[in-house]
């Protein structure tokens, strides 16, 4: 398409206006007309669902601290916090789950900046600069491609995001004080792996409550590493090492106390393996699962 001058464009432009003064309809009372009637319908459509909301309030509850349960739309408003409950689980609103797995994907504090800040500022800056960008006056789809990439592609990740991040599990939990455990959630492996029992929420690496690796499987992937997992031989000593590789083998999909259906193949070494370790790896608990 010819690049046109600054003269042909304004002149194009006069063309254009005079046409749409004979022949468009006016702002006053079209335009006028059309907005009120839109108006009037997302004021109706508020109303109406702050109607349907207090319709279903429960009963006021007794403690003047507890929760008013609600309907469709949420409660009337939730229990005071207690600062005492160690279990609580923050999630954010659900039209800011797109930011919580922006979050989640770049959680490592030097790349924080990128998922709060950076991209969601980008995003914003693209769509209120965009028709100053791009000012082809040609109304056809086909022949704005750039412009509807932009327009599509930009609503397409924001739900993507949104969904994974509903989905995904909220502030990681508390560990457990089984041998390895807490050396399990202070390491490296809570930032890329979910493991109920030591309350990691990783996303990037194998979910190993799913995964459920037996013993020999977790030992050579620690030690060796695959695929974008790195090897930690340089990292940990033989017995923290076999530590870490019991401790997933025995507690990945585990049931409350009761360990996962791969324990068996980590009894020759753990928790054995964690006291020889010591420190973070020894754990406290009691129960631990043994020869």
Known sequence: MPRLTARERREGYQREYS??????????????????????????LIMGMAILWHAQFGAIPAEATAERIGG???P??????????????????????????????????????????????????LLIGWPFIDRNPDRRLSRRPIALALGVTVPIVLLTLTFYGSKAPGAAGQASTEPGAAAFAGGACSTCHTLANAG???????????????????????TNGKGGMPSFKA?????????????????????????????????????????????????TATNAVGP
Not at 19 to 44: C, E, M, W, Y
Not at 92 to 121: A, C, H, N, Q
């Open 19 to 44: 046409f749409q003064k004979r022949h468009g309809k006016p702002f006053f009372p079209n335009a006028v007309f059309h907005d009120t009637i839109v108006s009037l319908i997302v004021v109706a």
């Open 200 to 222: 990691t929420a990783g996303n990037v690496g194998p979910v190993l409550d799913s995964a459920n690796p037996d013993y020999a499987t977790a030992l050579n992937f620690i």
């Open 76 to 125: 009337a408003y939730e229990a005071k916090a207690d600062p005492g409950v160690l279990g609580y689980d923050p999630r954010p609103d659900w039209y800011f789950f797109f930011l919580f797995e922006l979050l989640r994907i770049f959680k490592t504090p030097e790349l924080l900046i990128v998922g709060s800040i950076i991209i969601p500022t980008i995003w914003m800056v």
């Open 72 to 74: 469709l739309l949420g």
């Open 235 to 283: 990292t940990y000593t033989a017995d923290e090492i076999s530590c870490l590789a019991g401790y997933v083998a025995t507690w990945a999909a585990a049931k409350g106390t009761t360990p996962g259906p791969q324990a068996a193949s980590a009894k020759a070494t753990y928790p054995a393996s964690c006291t020889k370790a010591g420190g973070l790896f020894a754990g």
